[in-house]
């Protein structure tokens, strides 16, 4: 069996969106090429007797799903977070397109998370272990609050004499601190965070970026 990609669709709609998607037999979509339809409005949930098929019911433009049963109004928190999480993902992939080779794999593993937590948050499951540049997630904090441990000369203020490069490390950084703002609201319920998983991943991609604007900074 064959996934079929949210890339993959998006080349194909390269030249236009079409009015209908018929999903190629003996395949299936990734989440993240399932709510790319979703957002089309060109998929709808199967039926068990059936297989993915297109929609031939237009939904309001307001409105959008929040996951295979359930129809929001884009205001919704959640629709919002994942516009958070597209832009941080776009903003990834812009840098790696002008970096330096040695900095693609260090973004690469950023984007991946980003991807991840993208698709956790629209599959409702939780997210996997993680890694970034084999530092876990209690090191990464550590490396962001006391650099110095980490053979840094100490903390920064973004300045124009780091470079283009530290820039635009640091508007990745003010990015992830927003869509991880946008995952507080979105999954506060008035007493805790209930995806808390999602929150610290935001959170230490923030720092993440923060460290690579170091290393930028400190060649």
């Known amino acids: 069996m064959r996934f079929i990609t949210e890339l993959e669709l998006r080349d194909q709609f390269a030249s236009g969106i079409p009015e209908q998607y018929q999903l ?25 007797a059936s297989s993915p098929v297109p929609s031939g019911k237009r939904k309001p433009e307001h409105m959008t799903n929040l996951n295979a049963h359930e129809m929001v109004c ?65 090191e990464i904090h550590r490396c962001s609050h ?11 203020l973004p300045a124009p004499e780091h470079g283009l490069l530290a820039a635009q490390l640091n508007r990745l950084r003010a990015i992830a601190r927003e869509t991880e703002l946008a995952a507080v609201t979105a999954f506060w319920d008035g007493k805790k965070v209930t995806r808390e998983d999602l929150v610290m991943a935001l959170n230490r991609l923030s720092s993440y970026f923060y460290v690579l604007q170091l290393r930028a900074a400190h060649p």
């Open 24 to 48: 190629p037999a003996g395949c299936r979509l990734t989440p993240a090429a399932r709510q790319y339809l979703m957002d089309l409005r060109l998929y709808r949930h199967p039926s068990p």
């Open 74 to 138: 884009k205001t919704h928190p959640r629709i919002h977070l994942r516009g958070k999480l597209d832009t941080l993902e776009s903003e990834i992939l812009v840098l790696q397109t002008t970096c330096s080779p040695e900095w693609r794999e260090p973004l690469n593993e950023a984007l991946q998370l980003t991807r991840s937590i993208l698709a956790a948050e629209v599959r409702e499951i939780p997210l996997a272990p993680w890694t970034l540049q084999g530092m876990n997630p209690e």
């Open 146 to 156: 006391h650099p110095e441990e980490f053979g840094f000369p100490g903390h920064i």
